[in-house]
């Protein structure tokens, strides 16, 4: 039974888009994480947010990210204006008896 | 979080227990040891995850050494479906969600 689910599976943007990630807990859950995977690399942490508030971000999380929850349930990822280094895999996970659970991933392609 | 070292890759034949080490030499007495597997492009997925104790649960074995600066992933009856990379991830469990760390991991293939 999946805790977590991500839309969309697949999303394809220009170069200079605008991109929102989607990401659907089964349960009540109050941490979020966003990581992304780029093609043949290391899985990378971006941003974990609890309580309505970003609690810790990486590097990797710059001026054009942006997390939120909307309607307090989905939690979103948003790429102001993407680039072409912005193609990979983002995972959400979710938090839950010192465990974390991982979305299937949108494939985020940036051309 | 302290660091791990995993060999890059390792073949298991169907049926066989699968055997996977990982050196945590530094880890301090408040970090947990963690191991999540990634089969293709999947969202990884929680395993098992210890202190100093050996533990066990329905998909896998781990076992902590003394000095807990090495642990090991075993699965006892490796299937073709257990071909994945398999991280071995030490971290804080304070309380505080805190985030993970993924190394490059040990990619397991498990063959007929």
């Known amino acids: 039974e999946p805790e977590v689910t991500q839309t969309p599976s697949h999303q394809v943007t220009q170069m200079g888009q605008e991109v929102i990630l989607r990401c659907v807990p089964i349960?009540?859950?109050?941490?979020f994480y966003w990581y992304r995977q780029i093609l043949g690399q290391k899985v990378e942490f971006l941003v974990s947010?609890?309580?309505?508030?970003?609690?810790?971000k990486s590097e990797i999380f710059d001026d054009q990210f942006s997390v939120e929850r909307p309607d307090g349930s989905n939690f979103t990822l948003k790429i102001r204006s993407t680039k072409l280094e912005d193609s990979a895999m983002y995972f959400c996970?979710?938090?839950?008896?010192?465990?974390?659970?991982f979305g299937p991933g949108t494939r985020l392609t940036v051309l | 979080d302290a660091k791990t070292t995993q060999p890059p890759s390792m073949d298991c034949a169907e049926g066989r227990a699968a055997n996977l080490p990982c050196n945590h030499s530094?880890?301090?007495?408040?970090?947990?040891v963690y191991w999540y597997r990634q089969i293709h492009s999947q969202g990884p997925q929680y395993i098992i995850h210890?202190?100093?104790n050996n533990e066990t649960n329905e998909m896998a074995s781990l076992i902590i050494t003394e000095d807990r600066k090495s642990s090991t992933l075993i699965l006892p009856h490796a299937t073709l479906r257990d071909t994945a990379v398999y991280y071995c991830?030490?971290?804080?469990?304070?309380?505080?969600?805190?985030?993970?760390?993924f190394g490059t991991g040990t990619r397991l293939q498990v063959t007929l």
């Open positions: 996970a979710m938090h839950r008896g010192g465990e974390q659970f």
């Open positions: 349960s009540n859950h109050l941490y």
């Open positions: 947010f609890y309580n309505n508030e970003i609690s810790e």
């Open positions: 530094t880890i301090s007495g408040n970090e947990y």
């Open positions: 210890g202190l100093k």
């Open positions: 991830i030490v971290r804080s469990n304070t309380g505080t969600a805190s985030k993970l760390t």
